[in-house]
Each structure stands twice: as structure tokens, then as C-alpha cells.
Nanobody, 121 residues
Framework: QVQLVESGGGLVQAGGSLRLSCVVTGTISSIGAMGWYRQAPGQQRELVATITGGGITTYANSVKGRSTISRDNSKNAIYLQMNTLKPEDTAVYSC???????????????WGQGTQVTVSS
């Protein structure tokens, strides 16, 4: 069974930084694209940043220039370094990964439980 375990959320003042981590565990043969999404209270979940297996990244305009997504394939992990945080960045941040089980031949999407990021003004 595939599990995504996030860490690194917390309470930070505006202008501060946080680094989120997500590790994929379980018996898998391959991991494709991975990404971070966030959902603020009363809002729909939105994409923050994604990274392909080859390292190609995309960012939401709202975090571009302030955040960096990275990946360590040897650890089945991705990271999100967020700088110059703003109160509007407050949300539950969830990790997503497309993983392939042995013998499956196809990628399936999995989600982590989420980690709370709160930015105070």
C-alpha cells in the first residue's frame, strides 16, 4: 500500500520560511510526477507546484519566485521550500504522487494527509 507522509508545516510569521517534506513509502516500481497542493478554509484545493520524474517544475503564479520544489528520487521524496510567506499562504498543504506498482503498468494518484501551514500577520 502506498503512503505519502508529509512534514514540516507549522506556524510562522509573515516574511518567514518553511520547508515541507513528503516521502512516499510502500512497494512501488516507479514514481512519476509529484506535487504540492493546498486548500484554505472555504476554498477549493489548488495546485502549488509540481515536479516530474525528470525534474521539470511548474508553479502557481501565487508562489512563483517565492517557492522552490525539489525532488530526491533516491529517497522517494519531494520538498517545498517556501520563502517570504504571506498570510494568504495559510492552508493545508497536501502531497500528491503518481506511483506504479510492480506488474501494474499504469500510474495511480495518491495523496498524503496534509500538513497545516499558518502564516500570521
Amino acid at each position: 500500500q502506498v503512503q505519502l507522509v508529509e512534514s514540516g508545516g507549522g506556524l510562522v510569521q509573515a516574511g518567514g520560511s518553511l520547508r515541507l517534506s513528503c516521502v512516499v513509502t510502500g512497494t512501488i516500481s516507479s514514481i512519476g510526477a509529484m506535487g504540492w497542493y493546498r486548500q484554505a478554509p472555504g476554498q477549493q484545493r489548488e495546485l502549488v507546484a509540481t515536479i516530474t520524474g525528470g525534474g521539470i517544475t511548474t508553479y502557481a503564479n501565487s508562489v512563483k519566485g517565492r517557492s522552490t520544489i525539489s525532488r530526491d528520487n533516491s529517497k522517494n521524496a519531494i520538498y517545498l521550500q517556501m520563502n517570504t510567506l504571506k498570510p494568504e499562504d495559510t492552508a493545508v498543504y497536501s502531497c500528491n504522487a503518481y506511483t506504479m506498482a510492480y506488474g501494474s503498468g499504469r500510474y495511480e494518484s495518491s495523496w498524503g494527509q496534509g500538513t497545516q501551514v499558518t502564516v500570521s500577520s
